[in-house]
């Protein structure tokens, strides 16, 4: 059953460094990985897109009822870069991401908890390299 109550969001952005590489090459390891995520979090998955990059490194993608679920993967960099945004309790997307952390083995963390959807709530604008070019002009 899917849930379309509407509910305040969290956005979970994450570089994840020095992971274990070897669990970054193939699309396989990170679609087990992903799936795990979502079991343990309660996630409910519509649809999957995998990409597999060669020689390695793949893209995931998971589009929830409750929003998305991503991970791009960099095995030269041991590097994994991940997106989980979700319309559903935030204890499931926080238990996605440490699901995620608790496989690849990241020795570092950065990580930004983002609350969405609230009214007044602004979240900064990233301004762009073209933007900041832009600006420079003027």
């Known amino acids: 059953m899917i849930n379309t109550e509407f509910r305040n969001g969290i956005h979970?952005?994450?570089?994840?460094?020095?992971?274990?590489?070897?669990?970054?090459?193939?699309?396989?390891?990170?679609?087990i990985i992903m799936k795990n995520a979502v079991k343990a979090s309660k996630l409910?998955?519509?649809?999957?897109?995998?990409?597999?990059?060669?020689?390695?490194?793949?893209?995931?993608?998971?589009?929830?009822?409750q929003s998305h679920f991503s991970v791009h993967t960099w095995p030269e960099k041991n590097f994994?870069?991940?997106?989980?945004?979700?319309?559903?309790?935030?204890?499931?997307?926080?238990?996605?991401?440490?699901?995620?952390c608790d496989q690849l083995k990241p020795k570092r963390i950065e990580k930004k908890f983002l609350s969405r959807m609230h009214e007044g709530n602004k979240i900064e604008t990233?301004?762009?390299?073209?933007?900041?070019?832009?600006?420079?002009?003027?």
């Open 44 to 65: 409910t998955v519509l649809k999957d897109y995998f990409y597999q990059f060669e020689p390695f490194g793949v893209t995931g993608v998971y589009v929830l009822s």
């Open 80 to 100: 994994a870069s991940i997106d989980i945004f979700t319309c559903g309790p935030p204890e499931n997307a926080i238990k996605a991401f440490e699901s995620i």
């Open 12 to 31: 979970i952005l994450a570089d994840l460094w020095e992971c274990d590489e070897k669990k970054l090459h193939y699309l396989e390891d990170i679609q």
């Open 126 to 138: 990233i301004k762009t390299r073209t933007n900041f070019i832009a600006e420079k002009r003027k």
